[in-house]
C-alpha cells in the first residue's frame, strides 16, 4: 500500500526563501504547496487538500502571520502551524501559541536541521490528531 506523502504548506513574501524551502521539503520526500501572500494561501486551503503542516512567516504584507494563523486554526485545524520571524519576541510568542494555536515558533535565519525536526515532530502531531479524531 502507497503512502501519500504529507503535504505542507509555506507562506512567505520572500520568493527566494519559498523556492528554497520548497527544494528541500521536497528532498525530504513531503508535497509542498507554497504562497506569497496570507489570502491565497487561504483561498488554497479552502479549495485543497488537507495540509499536515502549514509554516508562515510572521512579517508579510497585508496580514501578519499570528492573524493568518489564527484563521487557519478555523479552516484546517488539524493542521499543525508553525511560525517564523526575525524579530525575538516574547509577546508575540505567547499570541501566536495562544490565539492561533501555533506549535512552534522559529527565528529567521532559521537553522536547517532545526527546521527539518520541527517540520517532522509537527507532522507527526498532525497523524496523531488526525487518527484520533478519524471515524471508522
Do not use: C, W
Not at 24 to 39: D, H, P, R, W
Not at 107 to 113: A, E, I, Q, R, S
Amino acid at each position: 500500500m502507497k503512502t501519500t506523502p504529507h503535504r505542507i504548506l509555506i507562506v512567505d513574501d520572500e520568493v527566494n526563501l519559498l523556492d528554497a524551502l520548497s527544494r528541500i521539503f521536497k528532498m525530504e520526500g513531503y508535497e509542498v504547496i507554497t504562497s506569497q501572500n496570507a489570502l491565497e494561501a487561504i483561498d488554497l486551503l479552502k479549495k485543497g487538500q488537507p495540509v499536515s503542516l502549514i509554516l508562515s512567516d510572521q512579517k508579510m504584507p497585508g496580514m501578519e502571520g499570528v492573524r493568518f494563523l489564527e484563521t487557519v486554526k478555523e479552516i484546517s485545524p488539524l493542521s499543525t502551524r508553525v511560525i517564523m520571524t526575525g524579530l525575538q519576541d516574547a509577546a508575540l510568542m505567547e499570541r501566536s501559541t495562544s490565539q492561533a494555536g501555533v506549535f512552534r515558533f522559529l527565528t529567521k535565519p532559521v537553522d536547517l536541521d532545526a527546521l527539518l525536526e520541527v517540520v517532522a515532530l509537527g507532522v507527526q502531531r498532525y497523524e496523531t490528531l488526525r487518527d484520533g479524531t478519524h471515524e471508522d
